[in-house]
């Protein structure tokens, strides 16, 4: 039995060298071409290295490098970036999900300044303000940049009360604490602007929580009570010092009331007497008529009768009385 087989032959068109020379040329070229071209978004800034010295900046757009010679680094200065302490958010969103690991929770545990500790967590917002600086000032901006925040925090919180740091004081805490960074930040050089620092949460410690929980519903009721108290106060001082001046303007009025009749019926009194004094009879007899004018009509049964008349027994009709 035969062994053997038709031989396949399979002829590939011969390529001449100078047309791979050109080919690999083209590869080249276009390399050099792509990696010479580069584009910026509205955000970034482009920073040129040649041969790892830095030699300019690039603003947003289409711009071109000398390849294998220039490196680019862009740096997102327009960027709200953000640095997180005493928690790490795992999942952002709606419902955004957060964890505490040990690491963050040995940054948060701070002492306050009346030797109390506290679980302190905070947020900071900044923006890269001099790509030079944050690129080539310091060697590992952001962990310098966090034990910056760190020692800062530490600071301020260790310069007030507990009380300061989780209820009434902290507008102010993060006040100072940003104003601190940030000279903080211009001292090192390195380039951040700070725009904000916000205190998240601020809690005691998880074993003393129950304790000083019971402390803050003693003191919220104190502050109750003297919030009435002071309600209450508010409502009847007024109350009887209104009463007060009434009365003190009721007895003045009184005792100007009382005065000027006093005065009226003196100067009645002596204008009568000049009266008086000019006819004397004829005083006397107006002074009789008018007081018998004001008597009279409160008199329901009247007798008149003449002086001379020596017995009124008949006048008086003593019959209609008895029958009545």
Not at 130 to 135: F, I, K, V
Not at 171 to 189: G, T, V, W
Not at 289 to 315: A, C, G, R, V, Y
Request: glycine letters at 4%; proline letters at 5%; hydrophobic letters at 40%.
């Amino acid at each position: 039995m035969s062994n053997d087989f038709p031989s396949l032959e399979i002829k590939l068109p011969k390529i001449k060298a100078g047309v791979i020379k050109i080919i690999i040329v083209a590869v080249v070229v276009l390399i050099l071409l792509f990696s010479s071209v580069y584009q910026l978004s509205p955000e970034e800034i482009g920073v040129i290295l040649r041969f790892g010295r830095f030699v300019r900046t690039t603003d947003p757009g289409l711009h071109f490098k000398i390849p294998l010679v220039e490196a680019l680094w862009k740096v997102p200065v327009q960027r709200q970036l953000k640095m997180e302490f005493g928690f790490r958010t795992t999942e952002p969103g709606i419902r955004t999900q957060y964890r505490v690991t040990p690491e963050s929770l040995k940054e948060s545990m701070m002492l306050t300044g009346d030797l109390n500790v506290a679980v302190v967590e905070w947020i900071v917002q900044y923006k890269i303000k001099d790509s030079y600086n944050y690129l080539f000032k310091i060697r590992d901006v952001d962990s310098t940049f966090r034990y910056m925040n760190e020692a800062v925090v530490r600071k301020v919180v260790g310069d007030n009360s507990v009380d300061e740091v989780i209820t009434m004081g902290r507008a102010r805490i993060e006040a100072e604490a940003k104003q601190e960074l940030q000279s903080l930040c211009d001292l090192y050089e390195i380039g951040i602007e700070v725009n904000q620092l916000k205190l998240q949460d601020v809690n005691p410690p998880d074993p003393v929580k129950p304790s000083f929980n019971d402390v803050n519903e003693s003191l919220q009721e104190k502050e109750r009570k003297i919030n009435e108290a002071y309600a209450e106060y508010n409502q009847e001082i007024p109350k009887a010092k209104g009463e007060a001046e009434q009365m003190i303007r009721g007895a003045e009025g009184y005792a100007m009331e009382r005065v000027n009749n006093a005065l009226g019926d003196a100067n009645r009194f002596k204008a009568i007497y000049r009266e008086y004094a000019r006819a004397p009879l004829v005083t006397r007899k107006r002074l009789y008529l008018e007081t018998m004018i004001e008597i009279l009509p409160k008199i329901s049964k009247k007798i008149i009768f003449d002086e001379k008349q020596k017995n009124i027994i008949p006048l008086l009709n003593l019959g209609e009385e008895v029958k009545k």
